[in-house]
Nanobody, 127 residues
Framework: QVQLVESGGGLVQDGGSLRLSCAASGRAISTYYTGWFRQAPGKERAFVAA????????DYADSVKGRFTISRDNAKNTVYLQMNSLKSEDTAVYYC????????????????????WGRGTQVTVSS
């Protein structure tokens, strides 16, 4: 079992940047695929980005391509989400989640494919 804690959320102006962190404990985060999801008020939880255990492959939702970057530092047992050029539409609670390698890299944009979740961190973008 792994525990996940997100941090780095806050209030930023339109066009600003934030870097979110997902710190793992209990097991090495390098033994999982890792994803970021977000949920805005009144909306379904949506895929943002995912990264393989080695960091060699990544995937992004169309809405964040070119603005967000997912990365990992396995030595620090942490995965990051760098968010640039933030828009009001990015306002949401952001969640980190991990997916067992045995489940495969496929279906990585589907929340039900992930096994463990953090409690989330709020990102608010004001114009």
């Amino acid at each position: 079992q792994v525990q996940l804690v997100e941090s780095g959320g806050g209030l930023v102006q339109d066009g600003g940047s934030l870097r979110l962190s997902c710190a793992a404990s209990g097991r090495a985060i390098s033994t999982y695929y890792t994803g970021w999801f977000r949920q805005a008020p009144g909306k379904e939880r949506a895929f943002v980005a995912a990264i393989t255990e080695s960091g060699l492959s990544t995937d992004y939702a169309d809405s964040v391509k070119g603005r967000f970057t997912i990365s990992r530092d396995n030595a620090k047992n942490t995965v990051y989400l760098q968010m640039n050029s933030l828009k009001s539409e990015d306002t949401a609670v952001y969640y980190c989640a991990v997916k067992r390698l045995a489940a495969g890299w496929g279906r990585r944009s589907i929340s039900d494919e992930y096994d463990y979740w953090g409690r989330g961190t709020q990102v608010t973008v004001s114009s």
